[in-house]
């Protein structure tokens, strides 16, 4: 559910981030005046974090809609859905066919239709709070990194400080981190 998160939002908006990033370090290679590059910075990394946030909410709403959708199904229904595939939530196109584990056949029993339903239960329940949790947790982090970026930018008195503040922020938001966020998090969940 955590990769679920990750791939909801944060790939585009931040590679939209990133682009604008690289044309700021055009701009300031240019050597423009400082003053006058300082509001277009402003501006454009504003823009991209209200974009950031828009895109968590509709993140979260998607997370929440597919909530309700899974709830909608009987136990058949998910387990056909699981079957295929087409919810990854749980992915055994990597697992050797003899470790799989086969749904159908746990379907079959009291034990497993059980089993089954609390996993169902478990995912509605992630959706509908873990999620969305995480979204914010998130969003959080990377707009406190753009909201301290555009700190560093007003307090810039050269081309070298802007440059640094770029370079601090583009380190900030590399898929790396994000990826490297998401396993801290599966890591305590896990624990």
């Known amino acids: 559910l955590l990769h679920f998160t990750a791939k909801a939002f944060f790939p585009k908006q931040v590679q939209a981030v990133k682009l604008s990033l690289k044309n700021l370090r055009e701009k300031i290679r240019l050597k423009g005046s400082v003053y006058e590059l300082k509001p277009k910075i402003s501006a454009e990394l504003g823009q991209r974090r209200g974009d950031l946030v828009a895109s968590a909410e509709a993140a979260k709403s998607k997370a929440i809609e597919s909530a309700t959708e899974l709830e909608r199904l009987s136990t058949e229904e998910f387990v056909d859905r699981v079957e295929k595939g087409d919810q990854g939530f749980l992915d055994q196109s990597k697992v050797p066919p003899e470790q799989r584990l086969n749904f159908r056949e746990l379907l079959g029993t009291k034990e497993g239709r059980t089993a089954i339903e609390q996993y169902k239960q ?10 969305p949790a995480q979204i914010d947790k998130l969003l959080s982090e990377y707009t406190s990194k753009i909201d301290d970026f555009l700190k560093e930018v007003e307090a810039a008195k050269n081309h070298d400080d802007l440059s640094a503040s770029v370079d601090k922020l583009d380190k900030a938001l590399t898929e790396e981190r994000l990826k490297e966020a998401v396993a801290k998090q599966q890591e305590k969940l896990t624990e």
């Not at 478990?122 to 999620?131: E, F, M, S, Y």
């Open 122 to 131: 478990r995912l509605v329940d992630a959706l509908k709070k873990d999620v």
